[in-house]
């Protein structure tokens, strides 16, 4: 289902709770794909998955994903289906105008994440129930993910040594940038959550930001 159209119940016209949240979350989930989908360094990667066969293209996926979250998991299993699907789009997008192969490669990827939902089930303590725009937050979040994923310093975009591409030593910051650790821990925070926006790791996130002290 498109982003644009909220989800609606079978039963009612107007939006429940649960799909009002549930449609926040994946207006929320969408922000990383769009920034993505415009990044220069994130469509050189694709442009080198589109020239492998198929069952290649899994694990150079894999190899690529860890540059933008070097521990694996469900950051890294995200990066790579959205590599893998904006691939996808390039292919079936062959006879159209560069222009219109790269909207449909934003669409794509903006709606990676839509998920169903049942949307007269009661609210859970994890389902979102926020009030708050974060739409800023996580833009803002998705293109450090973008620097990072090139190597890219987050506050100042410049080109990390050639060492930190290597094992899970990857930083975030180059030192000059690094040695304003609060600014810096501000970013690698954004940089989480837009990573975490559209997997399980948002609900734990939330959770235990609920958790009694």
């Given amino acids: 289902m498109p982003l644009k159209a909220g989800a609606k119940s079978g039963h009612n016209d107007e939006l429940s709770k649960k799909e009002r949240a549930h449609y926040r979350d994946e207006l929320e989930a969408g922000v990383l794909g769009d920034v993505l989908a415009s990044d220069a360094h994130f469509q050189e990667q694709v442009a080198t998955l589109f020239d492998l066969l198929p069952p290649e293209r899994l694990a150079r996926a894999w190899e690529q994903a860890r540059a933008y979250a070097p521990y694996d998991g469900p950051r ?3 990066i790579r289906r959205h590599l893998l699907a904006a691939c996808a789009s390039w ?12 909207e449909r490669c934003r669409t794509v990827l903006l709606n990676l994440e839509a998920r169903a ?3 007269e089930a009661p609210l859970e303590d994890t ?3 926020r009030v708050r ?4 937050r996580l833009r803002e ?3 450090y993910v973008a620097l990072f994923g090139a190597y890219r310093c987050i506050n100042c975009g410049a080109l990390l040594a050639q060492d930190s591409r290597s094992g899970r030593s990857h930083p975030t910051h180059c030192s000059p940038c690094s040695a304003v650790p609060w600014e810096a821990g501000r970013q690698r925070e954004a940089m989480w959550d837009a990573l975490d926006a559209g997997t399980d790791r948002r609900r ?3 959770a235990k930001r609920r958790a009694p002290a």
């Fill in 127 to 129: 389902d979102a129930r």
């Fill in 141 to 143: 979040g998705a293109l």
């Fill in 91 to 102: 292919e079936d997008s062959k006879t159209m105008p560069s222009s219109t192969a790269a």
């Fill in 117 to 119: 939902v049942w949307a």
């Fill in 204 to 206: 734990v996130r939330r």
């Fill in 133 to 136: 725009y974060r739409q800023d």
């Fill in 76 to 78: 890294r299993n995200r």
